[in-house]
């Protein structure tokens, strides 16, 4: 009958190279760990500077609509007055290139309050369902993430 073979016992040089490898698994891995944060970081820190620079320049949009909006008749078929309104259709072009997206905010739209911000409440209206009334100021997402919520008025239906 055959001995069963006793396991062998490693020697010492290959106890440190697989601590040797061990350590250098561990040193990739964490490496590459870090390198992923510094990526995610780097995403982040860009999308601030971004989401920064647009909302300096939504004041001049909402300014710029709330001019045509009380545009008087007389001037509605001006040359300038529609080069103004043709501006406000650029820049939100431009934006929405830039992955910056309206929140809707239109008359009847169910109120969210993850995407509007309530300034004002119909506190007269009955009903169970609340609703916007009014937009007062447009909203903006950037990326699907909400840059500046929508300022609306709210009525229930």
Sequence with gaps: MPEPKSPKKPSKQQLQIDELTADLQRTRADFE????????EKAAARESGQSSAILKLLPVVDNIERALQYLPDDLKE??????????????????????????NAAAGTDFNPELHEAIQFDEDAAG????????????????????????VKVTRQ
């Design 128 to 151: 169970e369902k609340e609703v916007i009334a009014e937009e007062l100021q447009a909203g903006y997402t950037l990326n699907g993430s909400v840059i500046r919520h929508a300022m």
């Design 33 to 40: 760990n870090y390198r992923k944060r510094v990526d995610a």
């Design 78 to 103: 001006n040359a300038w007055a529609q080069s103004v309104a043709g501006l406000v259709k650029n820049v939100e072009k431009s934006l929405e290139n830039m992955n910056v997206r309206r929140i």
